[in-house]
């Protein structure tokens, strides 16, 4: 016990991690992990992990445990899924769009119209019969389980000018992620992709570099872009989600009975994760009325049907089509 809560509270610099990150005794026995995420701490996945955090440990006797490093200090998503395939970060959060670009059968996952919304895009995740194969596929390859996500919710897009019709959005520099689908999308609805890691968004919506991104209410608020692009547009293009990826071989090396326990404790974390990202998408939508946004509710049409080829054009291998008509049975 006393172990674990020294770990658990010990702030490592990020500098020092690879190599040395924290064991209790042998891996199978347990040990914290060292966990990053790219949100600040007032972003909710932050409060569900903290809070799966408090329940693995519970139901492991405090011999497993999450210590989560908030606002990118390991590292932006793209060098950080390399770390865990190394194991020098144990666990991460990462946006299904970095995922694309290690096996391009996620790309399916991030598709406009594959989920409904978001109770739809919980069930699936979480059922390993449909979701196992891909879960896996990295292991050989790159040293990645995905254990299963988070949502983000609808992305819509956010400009310095009104835009309600693809028309509008013409010529527009839109910040993407960095994904083939992601860059597809929002050339499709009209704008120019520029494709960016997200810590730099502020910045270069600040100095002009660029006129617009797009995110969730929840990203919006709290990375304070809504001080600098002040029209949000529900266009709702993708539903976007959050692998919650880790080490295999730590996952591998669990005990039967904790891989079990934390098999559980992850399935509550998404249950609380869910409650949690409704309450605070009003909640930010509430802040972004206060703090004077331009909310444009629009007639989706147009854009939705610019989408529609983006779609047709990923789902060409079996493996990207069949998991696409499995997710689409479950809506
Ligand atoms: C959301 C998502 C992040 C992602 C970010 C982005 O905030 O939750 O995982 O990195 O969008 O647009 O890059």
Redesign the pocket.
């Known amino acids: 016990r006393r172990t674990f809560l020294a770990l658990a509270g010990g702030a490592g610099a990020a500098a020092g991690l690879a190599g040395c990150t924290p064991l209790i005794g042998s891996p199978e026995e347990g040990k914290v992990m060292i966990f990053s995420l ?2 600040t701490t007032d972003h909710p996945s932050y409060a569900a992990l903290n809070a799966w955090n408090d329940d693995l440990a519970a139901v492991t006797g405090e011999r497993w445990g999450i210590d989560v490093y908030a606002n990118a200090t390991l590292g932006g ?1 793209q060098e950080v899924v390399m770390l865990v395939g190394d194991g020098a970060v144990d666990m991460a ?1 990462i ?1 299904g769009t970095a995922l694309e670009n290690l096996n391009p059968d996620y790309r399916t996952m991030n598709l406009p119209g594959v989920f409904d919304g978001i109770d739809h895009q919980v069930a699936v995740t979480n059922n390993l019969a449909i979701m196992g194969e891909l879960y896996s596929s990295l292991e050989e390859s790159h040293g990645i389980t995905v254990v299963g996500m988070f949502t ?1 919710g609808a992305r819509n897009l956010y400009t310095t000018a009104p835009v309600e019709t693809p028309e509008q959005l013409s010529g527009m520099r839109i910040r993407v ?1 960095e994904s083939d689908v992601a860059i597809d999308m929002i050339n499709a609805m009209g704008g120019a992709a520029t494709p960016m890691p ?1 810590g730099e968004v502020y910045t270069a919506l600040q100095s002009g570099i660029l006129d617009g991104a797009e ?2 209410e929840v ?1 919006y608020v709290t990375q304070r872009h809504l001080e600098v692009a002040r029209h949000y547009t529900l266009t709702a293009h993708q539903v ?1 989600l ?1 692998f919650i990826v880790v080490h295999s071989g730590l996952l591998a090396g669990m005990r039967p009975a904790d891989a079990e326990a934390f098999r559980a404790s992850w399935l509550r974390a998404s249950a609380n994760h869910t409650q949690l990202w409704k309450d605070e998408t009003a909640a930010a939508t509430e802040q972004m009325l206060a703090e004077g946004v331009t909310i444009h509710e629009i007639d989706r049409t147009p854009f939705v049907e610019r989408l529609q080829p983006v779609a047709e054009r990923y789902l060409t291998s079996d493996v990207a089509r069949s998991l696409y008509e499995r997710i689409r049975q479950e809506a």
């Open positions: 790219n949100q998503q959060v946006s983000q992620q997200y995110n969730n990203s976007g959050d």
